[in-house]
């Protein structure tokens, strides 16, 4: 058996099981069963299988189609990418047999067949390895003289050919998002994109007048982006995220740095592709763009030099979703949150009008105690008053009996001094 049997053989028999193949690994190398794929012919194969659909993307045709995959899948690598487009394009969320049955309660239908996907498989091999004394940097020896070694596990990353199965191809539980968030027609919420996407820009944005048929453009001098006023908000978003690929991308010095050098051409296909894949992500209308020139811009290029581009896509493309959806989520709950603001100062709580109404009360007490103060003041005053009143009832009445004393009764005889008449 040989050594890359040996160290590899849990891998090769999961490998072999993924693909359907009763194989084990015996003591002497040999397969079981007819089926007598080694692994390394399989990864030959899946290689082989990759670059042909590579080649085969960049017919204009087919180039739309492997966007639309990356903008569903665009957290799964290039390969990925490719093998899900090459086997089932309309797919839209994929999981393995068991992660469909014990994450989301939804079962595979019978008779469907997987998509085939490369998967990480990290197995862990023990090693001996010389003891270094931490402190002096130095290994440790033996009395003999001999390097000390200590056994360690050691982790080797590896992928395996694993089978996956799109959501069309089960049944189960209603999933409650598919996970792509989508704008409607009108780009719902377009103020919130391009606030996020100003956010996620390396250089400022500005809106303004352009030159001739240009919708925007990235100035490499001051390091600004310039977008013409007055279009829609779809159009807007797509050259926003355009003229942002150049600045993230293309921009002289941080090409200089990477050491890279790209033709006009493979500047504009990639600044495009990154919008179209973005765009297609959110449910913005992409139905304007048009990839036939890449058939033209892809003729003569080495294999290693398309694979480089479309990695540089799909990584920049990511990278903008995943900066996007979280600054939306931000946006959202900032205004969720002034919203509950206004609202508590518009309709106090239970408490505060607890607090309010006992305000109140007690300045009606007060007032209470106000105006009965101000009555009490009276009283006395009053009392003065009344008091007067009688006594000058009681003096005209004395006065009157003193009056009638004075005047002489009816037939009464008037007396005069000495004599009675």
């Known amino acids: 058996m040989s050594d890359y049997m040996k160290k590899n053989a849990k891998l090769i028999e999961e490998v072999a099981a993924a693909e359907g193949i009763d194989f084990k690994v015996g003591e002497t190398g040999e397969k079981s069963g007819e089926e007598k794929q080694s692994m390394k012919e399989r990864v030959a194969e899946i290689v082989t299988k990759l670059e042909q659909g590579l080649k085969e993307v960049f017919e204009s045709d087919n180039y739309k189609n492997y966007l639309n995959t990356m903008a569903k899948f665009h957290n799964y690598s290039i390969n990925n990418t490719l093998l899900i487009n090459q086997q ?6 994929v999981a393995g047999f068991n992660a469909w049955a ?5 079962h595979v239908k019978k008779g469907e067949k997987g998509i085939k996907i490369i998967a990480p498989a990290p197995y862990t091999i023990k090693k001996e390895q010389p003891v270094v004394d ?16 200590t056994e360690v596990e050691v982790k080797v990353p590896a992928f395996k050919v694993t089978t996956v199965f799109d959501i069309s191809q089960t049944y189960g539980k209603e999933l409650p998002t598919l ?22 820009s390396p250089v400022p944005i500005e809106f303004g007048e352009t030159s001739g048929e240009s919708k925007g453009f990235y100035n490499v001098n001051d390091k600004s982006i310039t977008i013409k006023e007055g279009m ?54 992409t139905s304007d763009y048009s990839f036939g020139y890449i058939a033209g811009w892809s003729e003569g290029k080495e294999m290693g030099e398309l694979k480089e581009s479309m990695n540089t896509i799909r990584e920049t493309s990511s990278e ?11 946006l959202e709950h900032d205004r969720e ?39 009490n003041a009276k009283k006395p005053v009053e009392k003065e008053a009344d008091s007067s009143k009688r006594k000058s009832l009681k003096e005209k009445l004395s006065e009157k ?21």
Do not use: W
């Not at 704008?183 to 606030?195: C, Q, R, T, Y």
């Open 337 to 375: 949150a002034h919203m509950e603001a206004n609202l508590e100062t518009v309709n106090p709580t239970v408490e505060e009008a607890k607090e309010t109404k006992a305000e109140v009360k007690e300045s009606d007490k007060g007032q209470v105690k106000s105006e009965t103060k101000e009555e």
């Open 102 to 106: 014990n994450n989301f309660d939804r």
């Open 232 to 285: 829609s908000d779809a159009q807007t978003i797509k050259t926003m995220v355009h003229e942002i690929s150049h600045a993230k991308l293309h921009d002289p010095e941080i090409m200089k740095e990477n050491d890279e050098s790209k033709s006009r051409g493979t500047k504009e296909m990639e600044a495009e592709s990154v919008a179209y894949i973005v765009c297609q992500h959110f449910g913005i209308d």
């Open 401 to 421: 009996k003193k009056e009638v004393k004075k005047e002489p009764k009816k037939n009464e005889p008037v007396k005069k001094k000495g004599k009675e008449i």
């Open 134 to 149: 931490p402190k002096t940097g130095e290994a440790v020896r033996n009395f003999d003289g001999t390097p000390k070694t």
């Open 179 to 200: 996970g792509v968030s989508e704008l409607n027609e009108g780009v719902d919420k377009a103020k919130d994109f391009i606030e996020s996407l100003k956010r996620i």
């Open 88 to 93: 089932m394009p309309e797919a839209t969320l």
């Open 320 to 330: 903008m979703i995943n900066r996007i959806e979280g600054n939306l989520r931000a």
